[in-house]
């Protein structure tokens, strides 16, 4: 069926929120796994090409402070918690056609792929920036 963001016609795409795995799986993550894999299901009923992505996302400071808080290095910690994550949606039934994690190989070369064509281009740059840094947020706040 068509959608109030295509003509219905065409591949239908849709993602979980990457998950960050920073600890296990909770409620959330199996509400917006099992909410997009209902879609995934509408649209391959209706006749649509589907593909359906989860995964994890295994970078960052808190995931940092988690491993050393286990007292194990971040690669050994975040395959740990991936597994529960892709563990999760088994037991969900969850149709997801790819589970990726952004330590994943091409996953890297893919991001150094575009970092490098954003330099390129002269959207990414060099530059100074000042202001309160939350781990928590993993964002900048300024002093306003």
């Not at 849709?14 to 799986?25: F, H, L, Q």
């Not at 050393?68 to 149709?95: H, W, Y």
Request: hydrophobic share 30%; proline share 3%; charged share 25%.
């Amino acid at each position: 069926p068509a959608t109030s963001f295509d003509d219905g016609q065409g591949p239908f795409e849709i993602t979980t929120p990457i998950y960050y795995v920073n600890d296990k799986p909770h409620i959330g993550h199996a509400y917006t796994s099992t909410a997009c894999d209902v879609i995934a299901r509408f649209m391959r009923l209706s006749g649509r090409d589907v593909f359906f992505l989860s995964g994890t996302d295994e970078h960052g400071q808190k995931v940092e402070t988690s491993a050393k808080n286990r007292g194990l290095e971040p690669q050994q910690f975040c395959d740990e918690l991936s597994a529960t994550f892709r563990d999760m949606l088994e037991v969900l039934n969850i149709s997801n056609d790819k589970f990726i994690r952004t330590t994943d190989a091409d996953h890297k070369k893919a991001v150094q792929h575009l970092w490098t064509t954003l330099v390129d281009k002269g959207t990414i740059y060099l530059g100074a920036y000042e202001g309160w840094y939350s781990v928590r947020d993993e964002c900048y706040y300024n002093e306003s």
